[in-house]
């Protein structure tokens, strides 16, 4: 069988450490975090997670409220447009 295709272009560079690539400059990438997981710039300053487990817990708990609000940021402005409509369905008077 022939090899797999080798990739082109950036993928194909090895990435070396770069103070560019760090979250924190002026402080070293935690062990914990190796590049791993996509996006990683090597941002704990605290050391909060001291697992891979407790990584991936962080990690999903960001996602989670990242959603929540974005959610919050487009369901706002509705709430700001819909008010006189909803005050009015149950009989109140307009805040807005």
Do not use: C
């Amino acid at each position: 069988a022939a090899p797999p295709p080798t990739p082109k272009g950036r993928v194909a560079q090895k990435r070396t450490e770069n103070w560019s690539d760090l979250a924190l400059p002026f402080s070293g990438r935690p062990a914990i975090l190796d590049r791993a997981l996509a996006a990683d710039s090597g941002f704990d300053p605290l050391s909060l997670a001291d697992s891979k487990v407790q990584l991936y817990v962080y990690r999903e708990a960001e996602l989670k409220h990242a959603r929540l609000a974005m959610l919050a940021a487009a369901g706002w402005p509705l709430a700001e447009l819909w008010d006189t409509g909803i005050a009015k369905t149950f009989g109140l008077e307009p805040i807005i």
